[in-house]
């Protein structure tokens, strides 16, 4: 089963536009999100974290929000740029204690 | 550079053949995990290791896999007798774990193993 889900396969957005991506979880203990980004051939990169003890978490032009009892929680990238465009994979664990589990992946074209 | 390390990037290998993968970690970091990502699939657990102790391994990890940490440094990912269904970019990750809460404690990714079996 699916623990933590990212039903959106693709997104395209603007160049200077707000890009959000969604992430939905089913297990309640998760309690530690990340959100990484991966080009082709490599492996992902860590963008931000968030833990349940807060709804927001902001880093430059990359913002989190949690929403724990819609169990959902999404990555906001303002303004986007081209550079932008890869696969965003939400992860989840309990504690930040157990190996992370991860989403399917949303694939973000900016567009120039 | 003081990521972690995958060797080798590309593995092209005939079915029936082993294979082994080796990751270097972060320096001082005491844990270190196995990925595996297929097309259009998120990164799928393995196994991991604290130190040299093999917490946990996953279904996915039949007994043809074999992972090992010896001295809790590098570690070496073997695959006995690959089949077609192996293929995939195995990911190598580590994190440094401060006692029994890691809130904060980020995971980071090698550049991947690419394995093809023919």
């Known amino acids: 089963d699916q623990q933590v889900k990212q039903n959106s396969p693709s997104l395209s957005v603007q160049e200077g536009r707000i890009s959000i991506l969604n992430c939905d979880y089913t297990n309640s203990m998760f309690d530690y999100f990340l959100w990484y980004k991966k080009y082709p051939a490599e492996g992902p990169t860590f963008l931000i974290s968030?833990?349940?003890?807060?709804d927001k978490n902001e880093d430059g032009r990359f913002t989190v929000f949690l929403n724990k009892s819609a169990k959902h929680l999404s990555l906001h990238i303002v303004p986007s740029q081209p550079g932008d465009s890869a696969v965003y994979f939400c992860?989840?664990?309990?504690?930040?204690?157990?190996?992370?589990?991860f989403g399917k992946g949303t694939r973000l074209s900016v567009i120039a | 550079d003081t990521g972690v390390s995958q060797d080798p990037r590309h593995k092209i290998t005939k079915r029936g053949q082993n294979v082994t993968f080796r990751c270097d970690p972060i320096?001082?970091?005491?844990?270190l995990y196995w990925y595996r990502q297929t097309l259009g699939q998120g990164p799928e657990f393995l196994t991991y290791f604290q130190n040299e102790a093999q917490l946990e391994k996953s279904r996915l990890l039949s007994d043809r896999f074999s992972a090992e940490r010896p001295k809790g440094s590098f570690s070496t990912l073997e695959i006995q007798r690959t089949e077609q269904g192996d293929s995939a970019m195995y990911l190598c990750?580590?994190?440094?774990?401060?006692?029994?809460?890691?809130?904060?404690?980020?995971?980071?990714f090698g550049e991947g193993s690419w394995l093809t079996v023919v």
């Open positions: 990750a580590s994190s440094r774990q401060r006692g029994g809460r890691g809130i904060g404690n980020t995971i980071y």
């Open positions: 992860a989840a664990s309990v504690s930040g204690n157990t190996p992370l589990v």
């Open positions: 320096s001082e970091h005491n844990r």
């Open positions: 968030i833990s349940s003890i807060k």
